[in-house]
């Protein structure tokens, strides 16, 4: 009779197939990494440096955006993260001067397809331009992603003026002009610190349109912290603002939203904290 039986199975198995996988969630990261500043002391760079890579390499990540990585700072990333592949360039010469906005990915899980920099600027083609009323140059990094099970991404990460309004209006609309011709109809993910609160103009023109959704909004749980800057525990916690973000299009679901702690190890990793979200592609 048992015999019978695990015939029957195995037949019914044959016949209808295997029962159809589901498809990996996928963590992503936001972290502004401050850039290195002699004056910061003991959050200097170099004590903080392999903190971080302990702390990603532990969070399981899959994408991550960086912001405020100096040259060097991208180096040393990338030597103490072997496991992932990374693009960027330097925002004053578009090779290494200056800060990077760059992407680092699990090369094990994705395939880099395409990547680029573009300034965020009235010429977004020229190395080192600053925008608008910008007090610094700014930009913004992409790269297309393949799965190794074959979807496609478009990630994309950014680092809006602190100082400018028209900057950080007209850089967002830079932003939705290139993911609609770079992105090609692909699923999006934004990360970057937007100098930005959640009831601010610039983050109500991101969510305008509908295509892009803060990942907390629609996050079936939320963890952690409600801001994402203390600078190093320095501002109070009930006055520390949300400036860093996740964003996703309709073709995420995002079943979990975290802020993590801003000290690993015993120490700090930044003077942001680091914002995640696992995402899952969305059954159409």
């Known amino acids: ?25 996928l963590k992503v990261m936001s972290m502004n990494m401050r850039y290195d500043n002699p004056e910061d002391g003991e959050n200097n760079w170099q004590y903080r440096r392999e903190r971080i890579a302990a702390m990603v390499a532990g969070a399981g990540v899959d994408v991550m955006g960086t912001q405020e990585l100096l040259g060097h700072q991208y180096a040393q990333l990338r030597e103490l993260l072997p496991a992932y592949g990374s693009v960027g360039v330097g925002r004053e010469d578009g090779t290494s001067g200056g800060e990077h906005c760059a992407i680092f990915y699990l090369k094990e899980r994705f395939e880099l397809l395409e990547s680029g920099t573009f300034w965020l600027s009235e010429h977004p083609e020229e190395a080192g331009s600053k925008g608008w009323d910008g007090a610094c140059e700014r930009i913004a990094t992409w790269a297309v992603l393949r799965e190794k099970g074959g979807r496609e991404l478009f990630f994309i990460d950014t680092h809006l003026d602190h100082v400018g309004r028209v900057a950080r209006s007209e850089g967002v609309k830079l932003l939705f002009d290139r993911i609609a011709t770079l992105g090609a109809g692909r699923p999006v993910v934004l990360t970057g610190d937007f100098n930005s609160d959640p009831d601010s103009p610039v983050i109500a023109h991101v969510l305008s349109d509908g295509s892009l959704r803060h990942a907390r909004d629609i996050a079936a749980e939320c963890r952690g912290a409600a801001w994402s800057f203390a600078d190093f525990g320095q501002i109070p916690e009930e006055r520390r603002p949300l400036i860093d973000y996740i964003f996703v299009s ?35």
């Open 250 to 284: 309709r073709d995420f679901e995002v079943p979990a939203y975290e802020i993590l702690p801003d000290t690993f190890n015993g120490g700090y990793v930044s003077d942001h904290a680091p914002v995640t979200a696992v995402l899952k592609f969305a059954d159409r």
């Open 1 to 25: 009779m048992k015999k019978t039986i695990y015939l029957l199975a195995a037949v019914l198995l044959s016949a209808c197939g295997a029962a159809p996988t589901e498809a990996p969630e």
